[in-house]
């Protein structure tokens, strides 16, 4: 090689080095202030400022989506493309890297980086081995339990349930080592097309994210980006060619993109739904547990008779929640605040008041949801006779919302609370609401009566 070749390639590396040192200070002052804000600063003024942003972003961000609709999809799309592409760059990156550290005869450096890529591969497999277990055990449940009441099951669904079996075992024997390949290919498009896809499908999207989210960070990006630097600065002693430390110069920028990236979608989640780094961290362990479908089907035991989820559901995991409550009678209180519950959600809830005769509490706090939401629930009230409690607060129904909880409370005989504050009601509404409230203590004006009702509106 020429000198004035390895003068280039001096300066290239120089360079490199350079960038991916900025690129690291970012990733981890941005990690360090992420975990320990909430210790530096005092706990009442981190909630405030959380809180205050988070509701800021989520205004914003729902007025655009109902604005421009087709804007907002394009965007998601292009931040998916990105996404993916920064994905299999990083692994790309990696695979030349490992082909590089071989054709050295650097074995060493070769199984570790080995280790690294597969490590995650293999957990992404073992949870969709996992999952496809319980779906099995459970369609085996529902197939015996056809065939003992086969005189009023159909031969149809007997069938179905053959069919089910047998895709599913087929699914998992012959094409378990590509199935992670193809839904980190689905992941940044799912939530996008989510009206498209089978509920199951989604439900089960949802605990991969979560999961694969928290592999890839502890398991390979984070480990992997310590030990190349490590190998470069520390161990490098002279052994490494020039191609090589190129190739790992090039590793270590695209996986310090990658964690940088990932760190300000957390940012972003964090502060637009109003969760320190902690709670952000715990609501992706529970995203991954999904949500207990099989338990609210079966009746079990829950702690204090409380169903609770704490992290973002899209309207069809709500709309799965339905079926499972209408016959669920385990449950007195459901709740489901801090759950990005859109308005198209809020109709679901309704179809669960309808259905569900055994809810006595219902927590619908820090939501998103509108008027057409809140006509739904309130046409479910309606119908339901068990319902005490009701809380809405800090969501965005406005008067129109404001009419049909009037209209619904004449007929009511039993809710006894309901928390309206941080709405978008006007002035006059609140004064309607309030009005409603004196005629349900009295029952009068043909409202049925509930002593001791309450209905908050500031």
């Known amino acids: 090689m020429s000198a004035s070749s390895t003068t280039s390639l001096a300066n290239i590396e120089a360079g490199i080095t350079t960038t991916d040192d900025t690129i690291l200070v970012a990733s981890v002052g941005t990690a360090v202030c992420c975990c320990f804000a909430n210790r530096i600063l005092p706990d009442g003024k981190v909630k405030k400022t959380i809180i205050r942003n988070s509701n800021w972003m989520k205004m914003v961000t729902e007025a655009a989506k109902n604005k421009h609709p087709k804007t ?15 994905y299999w760059s990083d692994v790309l990156t ?5 082909y590089e550290y071989y054709d050295k005869n650097l074995f060493g450096y070769f199984y570790l980086t080995i280790a690294f890529i597969g490590i995650p591969h293999a957990l992404a497999m073992f949870g969709i081995a996992r999952y496809s277990w319980k779906e099995w055990k459970q369609i085996c449940y529902d197939f015996r339990f056809a065939e003992r009441k086969e005189k009023w099951k159909p031969i149809t669904m007997l069938t179905k349930y053959r069919w089910k079996r047998r895709f599913l075992a087929v699914a998992i024997i012959f094409f378990l080592p590509i199935l992670p390949i193809c839904f980190d290919v689905l992941m940044p498009f799912y939530r996008i097309f989510h009206k498209c896809l089978p509920n199951t499908l989604i439900n089960f999207m949802v605990q991969y994210e979560a999961t694969r ?29 020039n191609e090589t430390s190129y190739a790992l110069l090039r590793s270590v920028i695209l996986s310090g993109v990658s964690i940088t990236y990932h760190l300000i979608n957390a940012f972003y989640e964090m502060k637009k739904e109003g969760l320190t780094f902690c709670n952000y961290v715990q609501s992706l362990v529970e995203m991954g547990a999904g949500i207990p479908l099989r338990a609210l089907h079966n ?11 704490s992290f973002p559901l899209l309207d069809l995991q709500v709309k799965s929640l339905v079926k499972a409550f209408e016959v669920n009678t385990s449950v007195n209180k459901l709740d489901l605040r801090n759950t990005s519950i859109t308005d198209r959600g809020g109709v679901y809830i309704g ?4 259905k569900n005769s055994k809810l006595t509490i219902l927590h619908l706090k820090n939501n998103n949801i509108g008027d057409e939401g809140c006509k739904s629930i309130f046409e479910g009230l309606r119908i339901n006779r068990t319902l005490t409690r009701l809380k809405l607060r800090k969501n965005n129904i406005g008067d129109d919302g404001g009419k049909s909880i009037g209209e619904a409370l004449k007929v009511n005989p039993t809710l006894a609370e309901l928390n309206l504050q941080e709405n978008n009601f006007s002035d006059d509404m609140k004064s309607h609401l309030q009005w409603v409230q004196k005629c349900k203590q009295e029952g009068s004006n043909g409202y049925s009566q509930v002593t001791g009702m309450r209905i908050r509106t500031s």
């Open 72 to 86: 907002a999809v394009c965007i998601s799309l292009m931040f998916a493309t990105f996404t993916i592409s920064l």
């Open 94 to 98: 990696d695979y030349l890297l490992a």
């Open 351 to 354: 179809e669960i008041l309808k």
């Open 213 to 241: 989210t928290l592999s890839e960070s502890l398991v390979e990006s984070l480990p992997q980006t310590i030990l190349q630097l490590l190998i470069f600065f520390v161990y490098n002693d002279g052994e490494l060619e």
């Open 299 to 309: 009746n079990e035991k829950f702690e204090n008779d409380t169903f609770k989820l």
